[in-house]
């Protein structure tokens, strides 16, 4: 969806900057030049691009561009003072999209309001940081969530399939890849019965409370330590 959303934006206006990027090089041969090449395979001779392939940009007539991006390999391939349109596909898998977020693309908005989309399915980690920015996206009105059932391309026989695949509508695998559900894997959590809204919470302290912090260096010798009030 994303990729053809690149294109009708580059061919319906002219001199467009889009930069379209990927967590990994090999991602964009492996999967992202087939899926532009299986859409561009039904443009019209005069809207159909050229793409240089030295480069990684595909070149439309009317002086739009769109440009591939591995980030692992070329991460100043998403810097620019005149981009129109920035997607980094599966954001939530992109280990530093915080610094990448912070330090390149908000500066580059200065004065400018270009669009900038996070195509993602959820995160294994629930503290990434993409999650921070769909919360963003979600009070400023521009978040957008598609699950399985809503892709009319898929019949019920094949959901049904694909849902069994993976251990039934309920599993982990599931509620994170096809229903958009952020999830902590018990096999990975250290402490999978941890739950924030009923472990951590505001207690008040008597008037007597006096703060201490007491480190003990260890050992069977020395038998030293330190408080700190």
Not at 80 to 106: C, K, P, Q, R
Not at 112 to 137: G, M, Y
Not at 151 to 172: F, H, Q, T, W, Y
Request: hydrophobic share 35%; glycine share 6%.
């Amino acid at each position: 969806t994303s990729c053809a959303v690149d294109v009708c934006e580059a061919a319906l206006r002219t001199k467009q900057d889009i930069r379209y990027s990927t967590a990994f090089q090999t991602d964009l041969e492996g999967f992202i030049i087939p899926i532009f090449d299986s859409i561009l395979t039904t443009c019209p001779s005069d809207v159909r691009p050229t793409y240089l392939r030295s480069k990684k940009v595909y070149e439309f007539q009317n002086g739009s561009t769109i440009k591939l991006v591995g980030l692992d390999k070329n991460l100043n391939g998403i810097r620019g003072n005149a981009i129109d349109l920035l997607v980094i596909d599966e954001a939530a898998f992109v280990s530093n999209l915080e610094y990448i977020y912070t330090s390149i693309i908000v500066p580059a908005t200065a004065n400018r309001n270009f669009k900038i989309v996070f195509p993602s399915t959820p995160p294994t980690d629930s503290e990434h940081f993409w999650l921070q920015l769909c919360q963003k996206a979600k009070q400023r009105g521009t978040y957008l969530e598609l699950t399985i059932e809503d892709n009319s391309s898929i019949n019920e026989v094949e959901r049904a399939r694909l849902l069994e695949e993976v251990g039934g509508k309920d599993s982990i695998t599931a509620q994170r890849e096809f229903y958009c559900k952020v999830v902590r894997d018990p096999k990975t959590t250290i402490v999978p019965e941890f739950n924030e809204a009923k472990s951590v919470v505001d207690i008040t302290m008597p008037e007597h409370f006096i703060p201490c912090t007491i480190i003990d260096w260890g050992g069977s010798v020395d038998k030293a330590g330190i408080i700190l009030g």
